[in-house]
């Protein structure tokens, strides 16, 4: 029986668990398909990689091409162009004259957004119809800093990008203000800061202003706690990894090259 193909692409896949969930899923679902990783050092060598498997039907992106795809893309979805970011794609070939059409969209959203809302609801933080409308810290400026953005903002939040350098609508790391970290209700790691191997690594945030009444999310999965987690946990925060947040957007990257 001929399989399907499916894959990540990205940088440096070492730290991947995508293969792992989507191969078990294939052998329990008795679905005829395989998933593999594909690092690719630049990203233009997108479409070489696609003519080479024409049995390739659908992709994940990873850090740093979440960005920098899109101009491989033949057609965006609405929350993808409205996100600015592309972690699926979809690959639609025509059998007859061997020629694809690419479409990206961004599952990132959903599964991250699906993730906040429990821990906002096991945590009973306010999200919404306050005076003084909730704010988040968003550490990173990538590809999955604009996703977790975007879903702050559909929970009811206003955002605050953070980066190693200031520039327009992002402050630098040593611009925040102890009222600044202090007042937040969220705050979220979109950086690869800590993750294996370097689990010994951070976001140079001033974690000193951090209180028991905040979310600390890291999106992050592999080690399941980051040096960033053990942080903002010993200051009394309510943290979390990415792990549901990955198993989401695998579902919905599954419905999208399915759909």
Known sequence: M???EYGLIGKTLGHSFSAKYFNEKFEKENIPAHYDLYPLESVDLLPGLIEEHPLLKGLNVTIPYKVEVM???DELSE???GIGAVNVIKIMRDSGTGTYRLKGYNSDAYGFSESMKEILRDSEFRTSDDEDKPYALILGTGGAS???VWS????GFDTQLVGRTHRDGCLAYGELTPDLVHNATVIVNCTPLGTYPDTDTAPPFPYQYLHDSQIC???VYNPSETLFMKICKAHGCV???GLEMLRLQAVGAWQIWNE
Do not use: I, Q, T
């Not at 702050?152 to 929970?155: G, Q």
């Open 2 to 4: 001929v399989k399907e």
């Open 146 to 148: 604009k996703a977790v």
């Open 217 to 219: 999310f890291d999106l």
């Open 79 to 81: 929350e993808a162009r």
């Open 71 to 73: 101009k491989f893309l």
């Open 239 to 241: 943290v979390s990894n």
């Open 152 to 155: 702050m903002k559909m929970l």
